[in-house]
């Protein structure tokens, strides 16, 4: 008997798309609604021992072969146009990390890099005059950078539809979607991540179809990408479905029980921003410590600070980055600091977390009086649960950003960053641009956490109000739709 399921190939790279396509309701969805999933991965062993602890263990795994991209990527004048592609988007935000890209390059000690750096910026000036230029400029990249590194996988599942979660500005997804083009699968492109539209640089201009957060993300592909809006479809964010799930979080009682937490206390979330970045965690964390220490409208606060998953990035081992968290927790003894480090289940996929992290993370948010970050999505994330944040806009002044690639940690440009901006300017948080501003507004919040009320309202509905809480299902309906009516 003939199987006439359509074939929905999913391009997982790393845990970060693996937490949105099968963590959530989109794999079960697509398979409720009839469809075959196929799971295309850079981790095939972390992704099949995750599968089987699930109620889909038979869902097929394929590896994704990088090798043949790699020495393509390589080539001179590849690189030189893909660089000039992610560097092209007229935004605040790429200015400013093309900016970091030539003073790095300057403090290179290669010749090579800084003629590559020279020629890229020639080439951005140029795509910059207009958008056709641009397009032409990408036009040649696909050409030039089109390789049958998977055709094997190709050949043999013959996919009706293929899943990415970029529109071509991760590692190895353009590869993979000029390799799907070519041979006349369509492609649909969810946006990953909140910042992707504005930061990441322009996309192939492959995608049949594209999948947004919000009618904000679809704006800026619009004006910013040149993209058709015919073919953009709002779906909403469906990791945070499960924020929406009251019955899935925990108690007070047991994330307290979990987290080690004295039950009397009221808890302040730090959220760590990448060390890749930022230098300063463990300095703002101390900066807290010591207030919570010593004020007295703070004494009755506990800091939790949970860690980037960056510093697990080498799969299951944890990476200190030379910061000392142990020592600062003994220092300051658990009625003051607990340390939360996520659970990582990866084997040969970087960031795959356990399925409890979004539960646990959500619990945490749940249950603060107050989340202090560096300008990430947690200012979405508390806003849904109607917690008052600070950013910290400042860092320790004794880190060294002038060696090479020691530009990008620059607190300050994050805060200018185009999706950044539109949590202040949405009034839905306080920035605190030194220690004494950080610690008086952890008091003034602690005294007063309604303020910025309304202002986080308008942060939730703005960027991920579409479909909260059934993002899931809608943004899997929609694949299934388009790959059934193929």
């Known amino acids: 008997m003939l199987n006439n399921k359509k074939k929905i190939a999913l391009l997982i790279e790393q845990g970060f798309g693996a937490r949105v396509i099968l963590q959530t309701d989109i794999l079960k969805t697509l398979i409720e609604n009839g469809t ?57 935000t790429v200015s400013d990390l093309f900016k970091m890209e030539i003073k790095d390059s300057k403090a ?6 800084k003629i590559v750096t020279s020629i890229v910026r020639m080439g951005v000036l140029l795509a910059k005059l207009n958008h056709r230029i641009a397009n032409t400029i990408i036009s040649l990249e696909n050409k030039i950078a089109h390789v049958d590194g998977n055709k094997m996988f190709f ?36 946006i990953l991540s909140w910042d992707n539209t504005t930061v990441r640089g322009l996309g192939t201009n492959l995608s049949s179809r594209i999948i947004t957060w919000s009618e904000v993300m679809k704006s800026e592909l619009i004006n910013l990408h040149k993209i058709d809006p015919d073919i ?31 039950e009397n206390k009221d808890i302040i979330l730090l959220g760590t921003k990448s060390p ?49 968290w142990e020592s600062l927790a003994a220092e300051f003894g658990p009625d003051i600091i607990a340390l939360d480090y996520p659970q990582t289940i990866s084997y040969d996929l970087k960031y795959l977390m356990a399925d409890e ?49 020691q530009a990008r940690f620059d607190i300050e440009a994050d805060k200018r960053q185009t999706h ?11 920035v605190a641009y030194n220690a004494i501003e950080l610690e008086t507004e952890l008091i003034k919040t602690i005294r007063n956490p309604h303020q910025k009320k309304l202002g986080r309202s308008k942060l939730v509905q703005s960027e991920c109000g579409a479909n909260l809480g059934n993002a899931g299902s809608n943004i899997g309906n929609f694949i299934s739709l388009i790959a059934n009516n193929q």
């Open 108 to 113: 290179h000690p290669n010749i090579n890099n």
């Open 232 to 262: 953009i479809h709002v779906g909403g964010v469906p990791h945070y479905d499960t924020y929406m799930n009251n019955d899935r979080l925990w108690s007070r009682k047991t994330i307290y029980e979990k987290m080690n937490i004295p």
């Open 36 to 92: 075959d999933p196929i799971i295309l991965t850079s981790g095939p062993d972390s992704i099949t021992r995750y599968l089987q602890n699930t109620q889909y263990p038979d869902v097929p795994v394929y590896s994704l072969e990088t090798e043949k991209y790699d020495r393509n990527s390589r080539l001179p004048f590849v690189r030189i146009l893909r660089m000039i592609r992610l560097f092209s988007l007229k935004t605040q």
């Open 276 to 324: 890749n970045t930022y230098k300063s965690n463990p300095f703002v964390a101390r900066i807290i410590c010591n207030s919570i220490k010593k004020n007295q409208a703070l004494q009755n606060c506990v800091l939790i600070v949970r860690l980037h998953p960056i510093y697990f990035r080498n799969n299951k081992t944890y990476q200190s980055y030379n910061e000392n």
């Open 420 to 430: 950044n901006l539109r949590v202040t300017d949405n009034d839905s948080t306080v």
């Open 357 to 405: 992290e979004i539960i646990k993370l959500g619990s945490i948010l749940k249950n603060s009086k107050i989340v202090v970050n560096m300008f990430s999505t947690l200012n979405i994330e508390a806003s849904i649960f109607n917690i008052p944040t600070i950013n910290v806009a400042f860092q320790d002044k004794y880190i060294n950003t002038t060696a090479y690639k």
């Open 155 to 190: 050949d043999e599942v013959n996919p009706n539809l293929l899943i990415t979660t970029s529109i071509g500005t991760f590692d190895h997804d353009a590869y993979v979607i000029r390799e799907a083009y070519k041979k006349g699968i369509k492609v649909v492109s969810y």
